[in-house]
């Protein structure tokens, strides 16, 4: 008896619960730009508390294509894990707000410190980790890191 509720308590813990939001994980078929992916199924996913440079829709921001391709490059066609705000769980154009983690890396993190993001806040979505990523892009900017030290206008900020 105590073998099989171990079992089931192991079975539990390795399928974790979904959110309310959606999965918990999912492959990711593409990167639309450098904070929206496509999930295999077409449900879009918007990085939570980042806004990379444009570069879809015939413009071409400076960064916008670097940010871009280092989404690309880091989750297209592989499995991620998502988590949530549950404060939120969609943007007005009905994608699931998360922030994304790949290979143990948060994708939404990796963009701010590499100066390929600027901090978006949009209410409720992300309040308890607003500061922190204000941290990322402070960092990023005195550092001179990515766009901040490249470009002569950043068009997220």
């Known amino acids: 008896m105590r073998v099989a509720v171990f079992l089931g308590a192991l079975v539990s813990m390795a399928c974790a619960p ?12 593409r990167a639309i730009d450098g904070d929206t992916v496509e ?35 880091r989750v297209t066609g592989k499995r991620v894990q998502l988590t949530y705000d549950e404060a939120e769980c ?19 993190r ?7 993001a600027c901090v978006l806040y ?3 979505a992300g309040q308890a980790r607003r500061e ?5 892009e402070s960092q990023a900017k005195t550092s001179r890191v990515g766009m901040w ?3 002569a206008t950043v068009t997220c900020e």
Do not use: H, W
């Open 39 to 73: 999930l295999e199924g077409g449900q879009r996913v918007r990085l939570l508390l980042i806004d990379t440079p444009e570069s879809t829709g015939g413009k071409t921001d400076c960064f916008g294509q670097n940010a871009a391709m280092f989404t690309a490059a």
């Open 132 to 136: 922190e990523f204000e941290t990322y």
């Open 149 to 151: 030290g490249q470009c």
């Open 110 to 116: 990796a963009l701010a410190e590499e100066g390929l």
């Open 122 to 124: 949009i209410a409720p």
């Open 90 to 108: 969609r943007d007005r154009f009905d994608r699931l707000l998360a922030f994304v983690t790949v290979d143990g890396v948060e994708l939404n």
């Open 18 to 29: 979904e959110s309310r939001c959606g999965p918990s994980s999912a492959t990711v078929a």
